[in-house]
């Protein structure tokens, strides 16, 4: 008769984010977690109505074993590297002890699936369906993009209104790959996805793969991609915008589109102005929960 199975213990990594720091942490914490990461969304005004309130908690789950301190160490240092990128107050990291059940249960509780414009995003291990959506598969925490934060969700939603079918896309910043895979399985003739993380290149490759589409995932930024798109997509964050913003113009075809987010709203007006000085003009605003989306053109 066997004994009892051990108990494995884990390490459950918490970092407090506002939200324009949340995908950053998201993807340094993804680094040592054991399948990817969660978030805890913050609390919502009185009624369930109005802004949120608070900050996004990051967490990440890792075996409780004799290379844990490390990795939780090297966490702390790239969280205070972050610093230096102008991005939103990320507050400390905090590590307690967790049981296996715990860790599932805590894991899971937020990756239900979400109904996102044209989309349905969903775990992987869910079979969710809804009615003429658009089904994208993703492992959360992978990389940046899993359909919960405000600015991958306002670029969904361009996506479910824009004319994709037939276009050439780039998608700048691709992280998990969700947006490219959107256009994608919009009907687009060809899409090219880069992104500066070699982690985050592998994690969209293999969600293009799971999802049955064809999507081009490269290492590097808008600098490093050839010729012109109809479409580009950038979903990044002020400063980098404001970085790359002669790149972006560059991938732009003639009549093409820019959508660009990850801006919040004190940092709209810089960013509209790099834009502007580089010959984009801007064709729609959407604004929510102090993130901004532009949509421009050439």
């Not at 990389?143 to 896309?169: D, I, N, Y």
């Not at 880069?194 to 293999?206: I, K, Q, S, T, Y």
Request: net charge negative; charged share 20%.
């Amino acid at each position: 008769m066997r004994g009892p199975r051990p108990l494995t213990r884990w390490l459950e990594i918490a970092v407090p984010a506002h939200a324009e720091a949340v995908e950053a942490v998201s993807e340094i914490l993804t680094r040592i977690g054991h399948n990817g990461i969660a978030v805890d969304m913050p609390t919502v005004g009185a009624g369930g109505r109005g802004a949120e309130t608070g900050d996004y908690t990051v967490k990440a789950y890792l075996l409780a074993d004799a290379d844990a301190f490390a990795k939780v160490s090297d966490a702390r240092d790239a969280l205070g590297h972050l610093q230096a990128f102008g991005l939103g107050p990320i507050g400390e990291l905090a590590v307690r002890t967790i049981d296996d059940e715990d860790w599932l249960a805590a894991w899971k509780a937020s990756l239900a699936p979400i109904r996102v414009g044209a989309f349905l995003v969903r775990p992987t291990w869910s079979d969710a369906d809804a009615a003429g959506a658009i089904a994208l598969a993703l492992d959360p925490g992978m990389a940046f993009g899993t359909g919960l934060h405000p600015t991958t969700q306002q670029c969904l939603e361009a996506l479910s209104t824009l004319p994709v079918e037939g276009l050439r896309v780039l998608d700048v910043g691709t992280g998990s790959g969700i947006l490219a895979i959107a256009a994608a399985k919009r009907g687009a003739r060809e899409v090219v996805a880069v992104d500066v993380d070699p982690l985050a290149v592998a994690a969209a490759a293999e969600n293009a793969e799971r999802n049955g589409t064809r999507v081009a995932v490269r290492q590097g930024s808008a600098a490093d991609v050839a010729g012109a798109f109809d479409l580009v997509l950038a979903n990044l964050v002020g400063p980098v915008l404001l970085a790359v913003a002669s790149h972006l113009r560059a991938r732009v075809a003639p009549a093409g589109r820019l959508v660009a987010a990850g801006i919040v709203r004190d940092a709209e007006a810089g960013v509209r102005d790099a834009f502007a000085r580089v010959g984009l003009r801007l064709v729609e605003r959407e604004e929510r929960d102090d993130w901004v989306r532009l949509v421009l053109t050439a």
